[in-house]
């Protein structure tokens, strides 16, 4: 068992940061020239685990532990002892998929607590969080092994003293061997006194001795940032950290809103530890209180969405750096034929240049089972290009709840359900590689009186200069 101790790292301040809100040309629609549909594709083939699964929605929870991929579910404890299922499938070299005979379990659980709603991965290591019944939560993390059992539990990562134990692991993320780790307010049921108005997010490094603390980044307190950490992105030294200014996580409770613009905060690692490189601010970009409610990273590409906490609509937004600067690159606009829902961005993934987003509630004439959009650069515009949709049958309403992506392949969860007869479960496996011809990049619509170029993106602003 591992217990963290956490180290000093001080904090960044509001009235310290240099706040760089985005600036779009006001005569360049977000959405000009989008309107071509991506090609259609359907699964190239669908991977199930071999046993069957435990977890009501087994398939909901899904991420790349470097070659391979780990499928799981959300899972509330019924017996004390093990619970939860990890099923692990390796690509073969006639590019199918193979479940691993074995599906570890969750060890050391007593009834009634909330296992595998979330995974963070890297090639050797596998971290959940475990939401604890006495009202705490602790991580849980796995090394890799080798057959049969794929993977094995070593103990656990505890909040630092002083940390939000109730909700310790409300987002993870992992990149080679970080991990970041928030207390963002999303467990179910909470009283008032319960909520955190300034929520940490904790670093931890992996050694051969287990996980090291690295520090903790946490906001200007009156601000009552309640929100900093529903969202994290690690890739290298960077580190993305959504703080939107309103969310409500369950309709059975209120909107809890801080006093700061929303924003998505993005950090640098160097000698001097995790520094505050830039604000990406939802200024002239998006009026939805929810900016930063689910970010994508990969290397300098960056997708946020922005979500409405008080109604329907959900947005997604791409940032490129480019000498140390992020600068707005577009708006996600599906092409023609589908009505879009405030899924859209719910599932959200960077790979090899695209951004993968999925829609669970996305409707395409009469089918309602959701839709996933990859979207690329095409010149200077950013589009659909393809438009994954299931042909085996799925539960309405959840392909695209939850997705991964290491390019060229794509996954998308098929989540179990007993009630549509999908047992046991596990994911729609696309390959790239076979999708349809891309579109044709439509030429910018640019209106009659505007000042800018033919070549301005009508999608983002400019780039700075």
């Known amino acids: 068992m591992i217990t963290a101790v956490i180290l000093s790292l001080a904090s960044t301040a509001i009235s310290q940061i240099s706040v760089v809100p985005v600036q779009v040309h006001p005569d360049i629609p977000m959405n000009a020239g989008i309107t071509a549909a991506g ?12 046993l069957p699964s435990v977890a009501p929605a087994f ?4 991420d790349f532990a470097g070659d391979r991929l780990v499928i799981s579910g959300a899972c509330i404890v019924r017996h004390r002892g093990a619970d939860g299922q990890v099923a692990t499938f390796e690509k073969q070299a006639d590019d199918t998929w193979k479940a691993k005979p074995n599906m570890p379990q969750v060890t050391g659980l007593q009834p009634e607590e909330f296992v595998l709603q979330r995974l963070a991965c890297n090639d050797q290591r596998l971290v959940t969080p475990i939401t604890r019944k006495t009202g705490s939560s602790d991580l849980v993390w796995f090394a890799r092994t080798d057959e049969p059992q794929t993977w094995k539990q070593m103990g656990l990562i505890k909040a630092p003293p002083g940390a939000s134990r109730v909700n310790f692991g409300g987002s993870i993320s992992m990149s080679g061997d970080t991990l970041a780790v928030s207390e963002v307010n999303v467990r179910p049921g909470m009283t008032e006194d319960q909520y955190i108005s300034s929520p940490h997010v904790y670093l931890f490094q992996s050694t051969q001795n287990g996980w ?13 940032p309640f929100w900093f950490g529903c969202s994290l992105a690690i890739s290298g030294d960077t580190l993305v950290v959504g703080n939107p200014a309103a969310l409500q996580p369950f309709q059975t409770e209120k909107v ?3 006093k700061e613009a929303p924003m998505v905060c993005v950090y640098r690692r ?3 530890g995790w520094q505050v490189e830039q604000e990406l601010t939802s200024n002239g970009l998006s009026s939805y209180f929810g900016f930063g409610n689910h970010v994508a990273l990969d290397g300098d590409l960056l997708a946020v969405q922005s979500l409405n906490p008080f109604a ?4 997604v937004f791409v940032f490129r750096r480019t000498n140390g600067r992020w ?5 996600l606009i599906p092409g023609a034929g589908v009505k879009r829902g405030r899924g859209f961005g719910f599932g959200l993934h960077v790979s090899d240049g695209r951004v993968i987003v999925g829609d669970s509630s996305a409707e395409e004439e009469a089918d309602k089972s959701g839709r996933v959009f990859v979207f690329e650069k095409v010149g200077t515009l950013w589009m659909e290009t393809t438009r994954l949709k299931p042909k085996v049958f799925c539960a309405p309403g959840s ?12 996954v998308v969860g098929r989540v179990r359900s007993e009630r549509f007869d999908i047992e046991p479960g596990g994911a729609y496996m696309f390959d790239m590689r076979k999708a349809p011809p891309q579109p044709a990049a439509p030429k910018p619509v640019i209106p009659q009186d505007s000042k800018m170029p033919a070549t301005g993106n009508p999608q983002g602003a400019p780039a700075a200069p």
């Open 312 to 315: 329907e609509g959900a947005d």
């Open 39 to 50: 090609s259609p594709m359907n699964e190239t083939l669908v991977v199930q685990s071999q």
């Open 212 to 224: 090291k603390p690295e520090g903790a980044l946490q906001r200007d307190e009156t601000k009552t």
């Open 270 to 272: 160097g000698e001097k």
């Open 256 to 258: 809890h809103s801080s």
């Open 399 to 410: 392909f695209g709840s939850a997705i991964t992506a290491k390019w060229p392949w794509v």
């Open 327 to 331: 600068n707005i690159e577009g708006q």
């Open 59 to 62: 398939g909901n929870v899904l």
